[in-house]
């Protein structure tokens, strides 16, 4: 049995890609806005990556078709992660602090 392993991305803010990256993602890239729709975009079309994390700031900027795309899509998988601080939830930051013990603040 051939086990094959899928290659992982991270699209988002600065503290999202530093934050994947600190975990051992290579592939994290720091976009926000219309050019990380364009990057899902491509990510969701070259179908080279078995799952893509995006941050969910990015659901604003995105249009019905893509995010259509994107919930749909089976290669990549797209995740899209809780980055906005709601009430009662922990930030990116508190969450990297609390479980790695780095402060994210701290890199910029």
Do not use: C, W
């Not at 491509?42 to 078709?65: P, W």
């Not at 998988?77 to 969450?95: G, R, Y």
Request: aromatic share 4%; no cysteine; net charge negative.
């Amino acid at each position: 049995m051939v086990l094959e392993t899928e290659r992982i991305a991270v699209i988002g803010e600065r503290d999202v890609a530093l934050g994947f990256k600190l975990v051992g993602i290579k592939d994290a890239f720091i976009e926000e806005g219309a050019s990380a729709v364009a990057l899902l975009r491509e990510m969701l079309e070259k179908k080279e990556y078995g799952l893509v994390i995006v941050s969910n700031t990015l659901l604003e900027h995105m249009d019905t078709q893509t995010l259509r795309a994107a919930e749909t899509s089976l290669k990549p998988i797209v995740v899209f992660l809780p980055v906005k601080e709601e009430e009662n939830k922990e930030s990116v930051e508190q969450l990297a602090k609390r479980v790695l013990g780095v402060n994210i603040q701290m890199l910029k």
